[in-house]
T-cell receptor
């Protein structure tokens, strides 16, 4: 069990669907992150929110849209994804952007 | 030069021996260094943080940092089969204010 909670754990969607991934932490951390991880590869940073503001956007395609409603919640909205977007999506949080990150269990996403 | 480099392995170590994992980084301004363990199909788990030159010990794990030579290492004493995993080195890239992960080293402890 982790202190960063991600839902759902698994998601299968078609290329025309719209879905959202959710992440929640109650550790008071002020930085939250989305990563994408393919099999046998390291996590790839997608987005960073620091104090609820998007501070890093690693040129991710617009079919991925992050949202940070408050300091405890982070969403990733998905629309018109491609099969190559199938991966493990990890949420993490930390006290600040130079502090150790704590990861959730991830959402395993499959695009049909 | 890549920002954070690790040997991908696999590194095979007999049970009970010391496993030594190495990582080099390019940003001389980096101040924060982390080791994560990731089991197959699971998320990364933080096992060590180190911020100052020298050694930091936590149980069977010792992190070593040498900022002058720009490397950080992780030693695992009395290696157990349960230590078999991928170990990710992560470094704070000071100029970009973000943490970069190395590609990870696969460690296999031989029973």
């Amino acid at each position: 069990d982790t202190e960063v909670t991600q839902t759902p754990k698994h998601l299968v969607m078609g290329m025309t669907n719209k879905k959202s991934l959710k992440c929640e932490q109650h550790m008071g951390h002020r930085a939250m992150y989305w990563y994408k991880q393919k099999a046998k590869k390291p996590p790839e940073l997608m987005f960073v929110y620091s104090y609820e503001k998007l501070s890093i956007n690693e040129s991710v395609p617009s079919r991925f849209s992050p949202e940070c409603p408050n300091s405890s919640l982070l969403n990733l909205h998905l629309h018109a994804l491609q099969p190559e977007d199938s991966a493990l999506y990890l949420c993490a949080s930390s006290w600040d952007t130079d502090q150790p990150q704590h990861f959730g269990d991830g959402t395993r996403l499959s695009i049909l | 030069q890549k920002e954070v480099e690790q040997n991908s392995g696999p590194l095979s170590v007999p049970e009970g021996a010391i496993a030594s994992l190495n990582c080099t980084y390019s940003d001389r301004g980096s101040q924060s260094f982390f080791w994560y363990r990731q089991y197959s199909g699971k998320s990364p788990e933080l096992i060590m943080s180190i911020y100052s030159n020298g050694d930091k010990e936590d149980g069977r794990f010792t992190a070593q940092l040498n900022k002058a030579s720009q490397y950080v290492s992780l030693l695992i004493r009395d290696s157990q089969p349960s230590d078999s995993a991928t170990y990710l080195c992560a470094v704070n890239i000071h100029r970009d204010d973000k943490i970069i992960f190395g590609k990870g080293t696969r460690l296999h402890i031989l029973p």
